[in-house]
Structure formats: C-alpha cells, structure tokens
C-alpha cells in the first residue's frame, strides 16, 4: 500500500536551491571576469569575436534525459525527458531560449502519466568567448498533462556545462528544477505546498547566424585606432 509522503515547504525548497545556485551563479560570474580582465589587457583595441565562430547569434537545442517529482507519494522514479528548443542571443553573455519539453513522471506502481511543458528562460554564458563554458537559466513556462487536460503555470531554474565540440556545434549538459503552481499534478492533494520535480539531460546545440555582427565589430577596430592614434616619438 502506498501512503502520501509529507512535501517540503516551497520556501524550504526555494532556500535549499538559492543557496546550490548562488554560490554558483556567483563562481561563473568571477571567472568571465577574471577572464576578461585578461583578455582586455592583451587586446585593448580589438572587439572579442570568438562568440561568433565557436556558437552564433540563433541556435537549435536539443535534449535527452530523465525527470523525476517530488509530489505526494512514496517512492518516485526517473521517467524519460526529451526536448528541443530555439534560442536567440541578445549579446554574447545572454540569450532567450524557448523549448518544448516531452517528460513521464513515475511513482513505483502508482503512478506514470505523461506530461510536457512549454518553457521561456534567460540564459547567462559565464565564458561565450571559450569552448568551454559553465550556464546558469531561470524563467518561467506553463506545464500541461497529456491532451492538455489539465495546465498550469510554473518556474523554473537550473544550470549547466557547455563544450563547443566544433564550430557551430556544442555538447551540453544540465540540471533544473521545476514548481508548479498546483499540488494535483499527481492526480493527488496533500498537505499545503505545490508538486515540484527536477530534470537532467544531455544534448547536442546547432548554432548559426552572426557572421554579419562579427564583421560589424571588426568593421569598426579602424574608427577606433584612428580616433585614438598611437603616439610616435619625434
């Protein structure tokens, strides 16, 4: 016989995650810093462009992977994961990706109903000019059952770890976690706080687009030296 299980405050949820991602969020930021003080030390008057050969301005993504719930039974399981989306660069650093998320939560003979949910996030690059680079994403979506019988709104947030395998082409992977704003997304309401659940996955991104804002940049370096000549000795 399965028995509800006692969820988590959704503040004590919202804590435990702030102080994963926080440090984090907070690590990646100090690293692209160190890394452009380095670069623009060495390079004062040329533009970084290395963006826009190892990724681009638009961008294909795709992912595999597993998602599990933290609802009201005992006992949960992985189910499958799989999604796709497209993402737009607003500059090199931040990007709006939109995907569609396909995903079974299961509870051990209890429970396994599919479900998918349309997510809109902004994600932060750490290192956009590097092959590699650690991501960190929040925003918000709409989760919906099978046949959409049932929708509802949610957020969420996760981070991850990016390689540009070859130009135009990454490896990704990542963790995120998600709160619904409803306690029946398993078909079950217990207790005061809403039914949440997390995904992990991996998965291949098809970047495209910018070469026209590369050359823009570049374009630009001799306005900028000869504004600013360099000083000959007499």
Known sequence: MTYPVKKQPFLVQLKWCMSLLIPIFLLLNWSGFA????????????????????????????????????????D??????????????????????????????????QFNNGF?????????????????????????????????EAVDPKVQGGLGLEYVIYEGLSFRVFG?????????LDGKVFGASDDVYWRIACGVTFYFGG?????????????????????TDN
């Not at 995120?176 to 029946?184: G, L």
């Not at 026209?212 to 360099?230: C, E």
């Open 76 to 109: 949960p399981e992985f189910g499958v994961y799989m999604g796709f989306g497209y993402k737009k660069s607003i500059i090199p650093y931040i990007n709006i990706h939109l995907t569609y998320n396909k995903f079974n939560l299961v509870y051990k003979n």
């Open 116 to 148: 998918m949910s349309f997510d809109l996030n902004a994600e932060i690059l750490a290192l956009p000019h590097e092959r590699f680079s650690p991501f960190v994403f929040f925003g918000g979506g709409v989760n919906a059952s099978n046949y959409f």
């Open 211 to 231: 070469a026209k804002k590369k050359a823009k940049l570049l374009n630009a370096v001799p306005t900028i030296i000869k504004t600013n000549p360099i000083p």
């Open 176 to 184: 995120d976690y998600n709160h619904v704003f409803s306690d029946e």
């Open 35 to 74: 890394q452009g003080n380095r670069s623009s030390k060495q390079q004062t008057d040329l533009p970084k462009t290395d963006f826009y050969d190892y990724r681009g301005t638009h961008a294909i993504s795709t992912a595999l992977g597993a998602a599990i719930i933290n609802g009201d039974y005992a």
